[in-house]
C-alpha cells in the first residue's frame, strides 16, 4: 500500500466522522426547536385554560351580586354534578364574603341620633351604628333622677335620625308615655317618641319637636300660627298650620292637647 492510499483512506475516515459530527449537531437543533415548540404550545394551553376559568367565575359572581342568586349560572338541569357543586360553593365563599365586608362597613358608620326627656344631656350624638339606646344614654350622660327606664328598651338599636325619649315616673303613671315605633321596610328600627300630651298653645319648639313628625321648621310654623292669630281653640285647628296635614294630624292628635 503506497503512501497515496493512506492518505485517501485517511481523507474517507475523516469525511465520515466529520459527516456524522454535522448530523448530530443539525439534529440537536431541530431537537431543541421542536422542545421549544412543544413547551410555547402547552403553556399556550395552560394560559388559555386559565383564562376561560377566570371568566366563568366573574360570570358567577356577577350574576350573584345582579341578581341575589335568583339567576345564578348553574344549570338547573343537565349539568355536570362535581361542576355544579363547585359552582354552588364559589356563590356561597362570594355571598360570606359580602356579608362580612357588609358588617365591617356598618359597624364603623357613625350616624347621628337625638335623646331628649329624663336625661342629663340631651342633645343630638354621634354613635357607631349597631349601638343600643343604653351606649346613647351613656353619651348623653346617663339618666336624670326622675327618668323611668323600664318603659324604655335600652337593648333597641338605634337608627340614623332617630328621636330617643325618656319619660318620667310620673308621665308613665299617669299614661300620658307610649312608645310608638315605626318599622321601616327593611325591619330596621323606628324612632322612639313621646306623646306625652303637649299644649300646642303653651309649648316650645323643644317640646313640640317630641311630637312624632314634628321638626324645627314645623315646630316653628305652629308657634308663628299661635303668636300671629291666638290660641289654638281645637287641635283640629293645628291643620292650618303650613306643613301639617291629614296624615300627620292623625299621627299626632293624641299627643297633643289645647
Known sequence: ??????????????????????????????????LIL?????????????????????????????????????????????????????????????????????????IKVYICGEVNHPDVYEIENGKRIADLLVLAGGASEGAFLTAVNLAQKVADGQRVYIPSKEEVDSGRYMTMQDSSPEGGTGDIFSTTAVNINSASPVELQSLPGIGPVTAQYIIDHRNKRGPFRSKEELKNVTGIGEKKYEKIKDAISI
Do not use: C, H, W
Open 1 to 34: 500500500m503506497d503512501l497515496i492510499d493512506i492518505k485517501d483512506r485517511m481523507s474517507r475516515i475523516k469525511f465520515i466522522f466529520e459527516k456524522i459530527k454535522y448530523g448530530r449537531t443539525k439534529y440537536f437543533y431541530f431537537s431543541a426547536i421542536g
Open 38 to 110: 412543544v413547551l410555547t404550545a402547552i403553556f399556550s394551553i395552560i394560559f388559555f385554560n386559565q383564562g376561560l376559568e377566570i371568566k366563568r367565575k366573574d360570570n358567577i359572581l356577577k350574576s350573584y351580586y345582579q341578581e341575589d342568586l335568583a339567576g345564578s349560572s348553574i344549570p338547573a338541569d343537565g349539568g355536570d354534578p362535581a361542576q355544579m357543586d363547585e359552582s354552588a360553593r364559589e356563590i356561597t365563599i362570594a355571598a360570606e364574603s359580602k356579608g362580612s365586608m357588609e358588617d365591617i362597613e356598618n359597624t364603623n358608620t357613625l
